[in-house]
Antibody, heavy 118, light 109 residues
């Protein structure tokens, strides 16, 4: 069974950093692109960025809104992707999701809530 | 800045047909944009419905279909069921980055 499980959410102070993990199982991680998305309460989905697979040189791409504050990486030995975001603001409060793309986009994690508050 | 626009809300009667659309401020959405559609119910993660314009996943109910319509990506629901009430999002590829539409809240009433 394909699974993606986000972890690392919780409260963070403004100006702080977050590092979320997306642990995967049930598929060939090395063949997939991993995307990160967030959703503020009552709002729509926002694509944050992705990290591609080895065949695509682990290339990353980011939304303009978070470029420079956001880094997406992957650990092939752990079948896990990480999202690091710095200089957090109140408006970064959201549920953060990862999803996989292996040809098609077909599986999402359940999300991790990050609350930025003083 | 790339903006993808969806109808904020739509209503369909049970058994009825509704089409949701997904437009780009950069011009016509074509198959080169690989439009995807997702369904999201309250408290749940989004569920993929359609990929690459008009391809259904194995779990996609047959009443959902994707297409291109008048320069937009479209999701058509034929024979709406109460359980189809949800938010629907399109996701479009812009040569390196992806952008979600703002979502459509579909009411079955």
């Amino acid at each position: 069974e394909v699974q993606l499980v986000e972890s690392g959410g919780g409260p963070v102070q403004p100006g702080g950093s977050l590092k979320l993990s997306c642990a995967t199982s049930g598929f060939i991680f090395s063949g997939s692109t991993i995307h990160w998305v967030r959703q503020a309460s009552g709002k729509g989905l926002e694509w944050l960025g992705h990290v591609r697979n080895k065949g695509n040189n682990y290339a990353t791409a980011y939304a303009a809104s978070v470029k420079g504050r956001c880094t997406i990486t992957r650990d092939e030995s752990e079948n896990t992707s990480h999202l690091q975001m710095n200089s957090l603001k109140i408006e970064d409060t959201a549920v953060y999701y990862c999803f996989r793309q292996a040809g098609t986009i077909d599986a999402w994690g359940q999300g991790a809530l990050v609350t930025v508050s003083s | 800045q790339t903006v993808v626009t969806q109808e904020p809300s739509q209503t369909v009667s049970p058994g009825g047909t509704v089409t949701l659309t997904c437009a780009s401020n950069t011009g016509a959405v074509t198959s080169d944009y690989y439009p995807n559609w997702f369904q999201q119910k309250p408290g749940q993660a989004p569920r993929p419905l359609i990929y690459s314009t008009n391809n259904e996943h194995p779990w996609t109910p047959a009443r959902f279909s994707g297409s291109l319509l008048g320069g937009k990506a479209a999701l058509t629901l034929s024979g709406a069921q109460p359980e189809d009430e949800a938010d629907y999002y399109c996701l479009v590829y812009y040569g390196g980055v992806w952008v979600f539409g703002g979502g459509t809240k579909l009411t079955v009433l």
